[in-house]
Nanobody
């Protein structure tokens, strides 16, 4: 059974940093695209970052480019989202997701999702 278990996140002041982790079990995600999404209250789920299979392509939303970094540890079967210079507008539930095509597709095409982690940026 495939499973994605997220950890990290929490409460941070504006300008602070947090890291999210997403550990995969039941499969190896080397050949999958690995994405991070977020959903703020009253809004739809939006893409934040994606790392394609083979690390051939990295995509960031304009709103987080230069502040967030997606990375992976294939030995730990884990993908990370390092979030720096956090802003109140980054407050949301963050989700990791993987896609078997490996190509960082549209949101609704991802195959498996994590349970979500709350990130709150507030003074």
């Amino acid at each position: 059974q495939f499973d994605l278990v997220e950890s990290g996140g929490g409460l941070v002041q504006p300008g602070g940093s947090l890291r999210l982790s997403c550990a995969a079990s039941g499969f190896r995600f080397d050949n999958y695209a690995k994405g991070w999404f977020r959903q703020a209250p009253g809004k739809g789920r939006e893409g934040v970052a994606c790392l394609s299979s083979g690390d051939s392509r990295v995509v960031y939303a304009d709103s987080v480019a230069g502040r967030f970094t997606i990375s992976r540890d294939y030995g730990q079967n884990t993908v990370y989202l390092q979030m720096n210079s956090l802003e109140p507008e980054d407050t949301a539930v963050y989700y990791c997701a993987i896609d078997a095509s490996g190509n960082c597709p549209a949101r609704d095409e991802y195959d498996y999702w994590g349970q979500g982690r709350q990130v709150t940026v507030s003074s």
